[in-house]
């Protein structure tokens, strides 16, 4: 057995980011930047006014000094002139300086009659006035490659005048539900069978990771019916098989698979729910063979198809995010395999988070699986803890898994 | 001046969820579930066993005792006969209790030889079996309605049967810009222009919000221009304008469409960036007036607009969601508007969070927001607090924000 982060290593280690395409930037979000935004003009453009008020020359702008407007300068509209002296020109935020003024008075901070302003507040030179380049100038990197872009990260690609992005493919993965008693929903239900459930969790949980999923068909339990799915590879970045649990866990899927040339590169993970997983090589395309269980099928993929879809995204892959919570109810010690306890997770009025682990953790009951609000880590030989004491937890709901 | 909770009451107060549709159970993931997930059948269907090994009845199973296997039942192909005194039938995890056995012995628990099994672990009636409807039985409700369905609800959904679900149907969201200095991205920039970033970050963050964003053209400042979009609203279910600041915030905007029938709820709220904010309603469809400045845009749609798309897509509506950090820095008392301050995130070996405001925090510095991981929550009138004390956040990548 190994543990859950060498397993995740190895994956990680054998998974190379999907080649790229040119987007729309409107369809960019949510994609990682293959290559950096460089900042394709200056921003501002020139020195502007923070504020709704007046340009002048600082050395005018004494209290009570009056002035006379000479013009004004909406946003998009420069002033064509020059500010001399005892003169002022109407501006607003984000307006360009004039030519002549080094100063702002703020429109609360005058009387106006007609032309003439008077002034009702000292003016300091430069105040209220951003800089050419305050926020990037141009021919600099405003957002490196292997970013997911946010929505903050679309406005700032916009604001440096990048209609197009270069980001990687959503990497598309292959969804293999194995098993005679499978059906899908909505579908006739053979004697003893049960509704397909992982393939399509998995589906849903492969775009909550920004791939695209591609659900093959229901293999049956046999050589011929699991093998022929490596006709259905091309384009495919990742296979990912569930069950194959009715001759014992995953052995009919590595025999089928092996006769297609499948390398197999290992079995158990010292994990609950979970242990034994497939990862390899069938010809290009990496294997990841998830237990049928529902439960143990969920959280192998959150511990292992999720960071595998961001390295395949052009992300690191790093594991789930982790938040720290005290534990609603004790815990007992663990034994040598990594514990993933189903949660739920409320909120004490100080902010603190409480994660309370269902008293029933069997892997086949999907209903408290979906009803968790998150997984509490246990480590191999992690001692006892009291209700209270703090403990690590993946939140899921919030990844819309 | 009004508080930022009670402009989203308001904003909240007057929206109503979008209209509902059917779609395929894999077209559901991250959907606003409209009727409830009713169990179409029982799960398991029967009594199942949870492991590979031998059914027999319990009773049969002391230590050392022989038995006769006289059949199989993998997954799917349940037995068709009995198990009588003396007899035992090989079956695997999901397989059916055949008739008769009462008892589990596990496969590592055996020795067999022929068809003969020897019992080397006292056989407990019950263990090792599922009972039927453990996870849950036909006709309960295994998913309520305003939910917004995760990867392992729609799995859930599956097991329980449903090809279709019923869901809210996304928020359709229109997004004006206005300015004349306005181009977008790629296109010719006026004299003194900028390029439109605001409507591009807002369109990502409604996609974050599970929305539909429409983009309309850019209306110059004239009241005909931005009146027009008042003919463009058949199937919108809210429109978003930025800007208008260039004859003083949003006046135009709200000159131009007060013509079309606008009504304005309110203005000013006592927050910073952000102050000035319209919401109303033009005919049918709620308006949402953000400031021009794009951070403040931004931090106006994190706890505006976000809130305002989860109603719409038929969720109560929350708050952004936060969490406690640790300052990184000092933060000095604030004045009576509520301080959203950009900050980085950084994680310490003991898993806390520590957020540290960055030291500008001009309104139209975007490269700075786009690199902020999370927004300082300051409440009005808020206390002066020293590094290493304890501050609400709101953790912005995790939403795609």
């Given at each position: ?18 080649s ?12 990682v930047?293959?290559?950096p ?14 504020m ?12 009570q000094a ?20 005892g003169q ?27 032309d ?8 300091t ?6 800089r050419a ?7 600099e990197?405003?957002?490196?490659a ?5 929505a ?21 993965v292959?969804i293999?539900?194995?098993g ?16 397909s ?12 990771g ?24 091309a ?13 014992g866990?995953?052995d009919?899927?590595?025999s089928?698979l092996?006769a ?7 079995w158990k ?14 010809g ?10 529902p439960v ?18 052009g ?13 609603g ?10 514990d ?26 999907l ?34 898994i």
């Amino acid at each position: 057995m190994i543990s859950v982060e060498e397993a995740r290593a190895r994956i990680l280690a054998d998974l190379r980011p999907a080649s790229i395409e040119t987007v729309a930037l409107a369809a960019a979000w949510n994609r990682v930047l293959a290559a950096p935004v460089t900042a394709r003009l200056t921003q501002p453009p020139a020195d502007v006014s923070a504020m709704d008020g007046y340009a002048l020359r600082a050395a005018d702008g004494a209290m009570q000094a009056t002035l006379e407007v000479i013009g004004a300068a909406p946003a998009g509209h420069p002033f064509a002139g020059r500010v001399g002296p005892g003169q002022a020109v109407r501006l607003f935020t984000g307006s360009v300086i004039p030519a002549g003024a080094d100063g702002i008075v703020i429109q609360e901070d005058v009387t106006r009659d007609g032309d003439l302003i008077t002034i009702r507040e000292a003016v300091t030179a430069g105040r209220h006035i951003r800089r050419a380049g305050q926020d990037f100038a141009a021919g600099e990197v405003v957002i490196a490659a292997g970013r997911r872009l946010t929505a903050r990260d679309v406005g700032l690609a916009a604001a440096a005048n990048h209609p197009w992005l270069t980001v990687h493919r959503r990497p598309r993965v292959a969804i293999l539900a194995t098993g005679d008693e499978i059906a899908m929903p909505g579908e006739p239900i053979p004697a003893g069978g049960i509704v397909s459930s992982n393939s399509h969790a998995l589906a849903a949980l492969v775009r909550a990771g920004g791939g695209e999923p591609v659900v093959l068909p229901v293999a049956a339990d046999t050589i011929e019916a699991i093998s022929a799915v490596a006709d259905q590879l091309a384009g495919i970045d990742m296979l990912v098989t569930t069950g194959g649990a009715s001759v014992g866990d995953h052995d009919l899927v590595i025999s089928a698979l092996q006769a297609r040339g499948l390398a197999v590169d290992f079995w158990k993970i010292a994990m609950r729910p979970g242990k034994p997983l497939i990862f390899g090589r069938l010809g290009d395309v990496p294997v990841l063979g998830l237990p049928g269980n529902p439960v143990s099928a969920l959280v192998c993929a959150i511990l292992f198809l999720l960071p595998a879809l961001g390295r395949l995204s052009g992300l690191p892959g790093d594991p789930p995010p982790t938040l720290l919570a005290r534990l609603g109810a004790a815990v007992p010690a663990n034994d040598g395999r990594a514990d993933f306890l189903r949660a739920t997770l409320r909120r004490l009025p100080d902010g603190a988070l409480v994660a309370t682990p269902f008293v029933r953790q069997d892997s086949s009951m999907l209903r408290l699986m979906a009803a968790s609000q998150a997984l509490i880590l246990r480590a191999p030989r992690a001692e006892a803890l009291p209700e209270g004491a703090d403990a690590v937890i993946i939140p899921l709901d919030s990844l819309g898994i």
